[in-house]
């Protein structure tokens, strides 16, 4: 990096003979080690550590179902990194509190997939009355148990009127019915939170994973949110016990909703209670294709464009195994930048291969043929040179 542009340079330090680095680049969560890269750039202030973890890239075998290093990603990563301290303003991305939501040690991978794409991260009670969002900001609400106070929703809606945008995930067993200031917030965008988990038929070719018809494998629509990743084949995910929603209605111009993952058409949808026995299909439980995540754009009174988007399914973008198994970091990264009308900040740098494959008998094809290269070019060489001679 350093010889290919010279607004780049590096030095290597002890930390132990250096304490004030430490201070100097010292977090709350974060103490730069002996084997830890610092990115810093001196201009904005801002920096990023850079450590083993960041340098592999992780994937699940699917037969032992264990996890191993599958790439190296240290161009990715670095560069990643650069490209976070130079920038003017970095994206914030709010994870909000305070209702029984998922907290940090849950959310870890999905954390460090947006500090990855260069978006910072932070925590925030809600409950803090003094706490008043930034427009500027994503709210993140993650499976949220409790219901929000008015002065809370009055605060989100004040957010959003000045075109701050949401990111909403629940699962199907969260109590959304038993809240109505945070379901009207949801109303407000179209979202409107089916009871139930919707379950495939396990019989309907890939409409789910390996059997299990709580395993879902949506149909990915394309939408402006997912063009991209519609064209590029990146629509592969799974849902585990994943919650629908409505179908969206036709409103007034100011609001556009749209579906962005669809069950299979001979799914159906089963409310459970305390004396269901059995998840297989009865009489009652209503069939069909079912919106499992929705994405909506609106313009507020005021002349601001607000954005949402909600998923039925919590694992799907916060999940280890899904994010090796599955699309589900493309399509995290994607709608972050939708929801923060951001370029897309995913570099898709390729992992360099960790393992190299071992020599085995379908590997000498190549050593064969150089093998049989040699002897005949050397062979065409002395032809060249003899075959003019060949009267002499």
């Keep these: ?34 084997n830890d890269l610092i990115v810093y750039c001196e201009k904005t202030g801002r920096f990023r550590i850079l450590g083993p973890d ?11 179902g264990e996890y191993s290093y599958t790439g ?6 670095i560069t990643s990194a650069i490209a976070y301290v130079i920038r003017e303003r970095v994206p914030r991305a709010v994870i909000l509190q305070g209702h029984g939501e998922m907290d940090s040690d849950t959310l870890q991978y999905f954390l460090n997939l947006l500090e990855a794409n260069q978006y910072e991260t932070a925590l925030q009670d809600l409950t803090d009355s003094d706490y008043v969002p930034d427009p500027e900001d994503l709210l993140i609400f993650f499976g949220p148990l409790r219901d929000l106070t008015e002065p809370e929703l009055n605060r989100l809606t004040a957010f959003a009127g000045k075109g701050g945008s949401f990111l909403f995930a629940c699962d199907y067993a969260d109590p959304l019915e038993n809240m109505s200031r945070y379901s009207a917030l949801l109303r407000s965008y179209g979202f409107e939170p089916l009871e139930g988990i919707v379950i495939a038929d396990s019989t309907a070719e890939d409409t789910c994973y390996n059997g299990n018809p709580v395993w879902l494998l949506p149909e990915m629509c394309t939408t402006e949110l997912t063009i991209d990743l519609v064209a590029s084949d990146a629509g592969h995910l799974l849902l585990p016990g ?75 973008l916060a999940d280890q195994q899904l994010y090796a198994m599955t699309d589900s970091q493309r399509l995290t990264v994607a709608v972050m930048s939708f929801l923060l009308n951001t370029e897309a900040s995913d570099l898709q740098i390729a992992p360099k291969d960790a393992v190299r494959p071992t020599l085995g008998v379908g590997s000498v094809t190549l050593g064969s043929v150089l093998l049989t290269a040699l002897p005949m070019a050397v062979l065409l060489a002395a032809l060249l040179v003899l075959w003019p001679r060949r009267k002499m």
């Design 1 to 34: 990096y350093a010889a290919a542009c010279d607004r780049i340079s590096w030095k290597q330090v002890d930390p132990s003979l250096n304490p004030a680095l430490l201070n100097r680049f010292t977090t709350g969560s974060v103490t730069p080690g002996s």
């Design 72 to 77: 190296w990603t240290y161009e990715r990563s």
């Design 242 to 316: 994943a919650r629908a929603f409505a179908e969206p209605e036709e409103t007034d111009r100011s609001l556009t909703t749209d579906v962005v993952l669809r069950s299979g058409s001979t799914s159906y949808r089963k409310v459970l209670t305390e004396s269901t026995t059995s998840i297989d299909r009865d009489d009652g439980d209503e069939e069909g294709s079912f919106p499992l995540a929705l994405v909506a754009r609106r313009i507020t009174s005021e002349g601001y464009v607000s954005r949402a988007f909600i998923i039925g399914c919590c694992a799907a």
């Design 54 to 64: 960041d340098y592999v890239s992780v994937g699940l075998d699917t037969e032992t």
